[in-house]
């Protein structure tokens, strides 16, 4: 088991960037297979990105050329870089380690 918890949300411009920041509590080294989900209002939980080791990803179509996952496995730290924000992008951002670990999630706003 590891504990995950998410920072970096908050409310940005359409067209604005954030870097959402996932601790892990223990070393993530071990642990192959890092996602991002998210979930807007109203909407079920939606998968945004995956990470296998450190150069392996795949993101959904919607967030595809604008999200960047990434590691650092010296900070036991799991990264998204999100640019050109759009409203559709508002949604709870929730980071998740294999095989059952989630984070309390982090809210995202995008918003004029």
């Given at each position: 088991?590891?504990?995950?918890?998410?920072?970096?949300?908050?409310?940005?411009?359409?067209?604005?960037?954030?870097r959402?920041?996932?601790?892990?509590?223990?070393?993530?080294?071990?642990?192959?297979?890092?996602?991002?989900?998210?979930?807007?209002?109203?909407?079920?939980?939606?998968?945004?990105?995956?990470?296998?080791?450190?150069?392996?990803?795949n993101?959904?179509?919607?967030?595809?050329?604008?999200?960047?996952?990434?590691?650092?496995?010296?900070?036991?730290?799991?990264?998204?870089?999100?640019?050109?924000?759009?409203?559709e992008?508002?949604?709870?951002?929730?980071?998740?380690?294999?095989?059952?670990?989630?984070g309390?999630?982090?809210?995202?706003?995008?918003?004029?």
């Amino acid at each position: 088991q590891v504990q995950l918890v998410e920072s970096g949300g908050g409310l940005v411009q359409p067209g604005g960037s954030l870097r959402l920041v996932c601790a892990a509590s223990r070393s993530i080294s071990s642990i192959n297979t890092m996602k991002w989900y998210r979930q807007a209002p109203g909407n079920g939980r939606e998968w945004v990105a995956t990470l296998r080791g450190t150069a392996t990803t795949n993101y959904a179509d919607s967030v595809k050329g604008r999200f960047t996952i990434s590691r650092d496995n010296a900070k036991n730290t799991l990264y998204l870089q999100m640019n050109s924000l759009k409203p559709e992008d508002t949604a709870v951002y929730y980071c998740y380690a294999f095989p059952d670990n989630w984070g309390q999630g982090t809210l995202v706003t995008v918003s004029s």
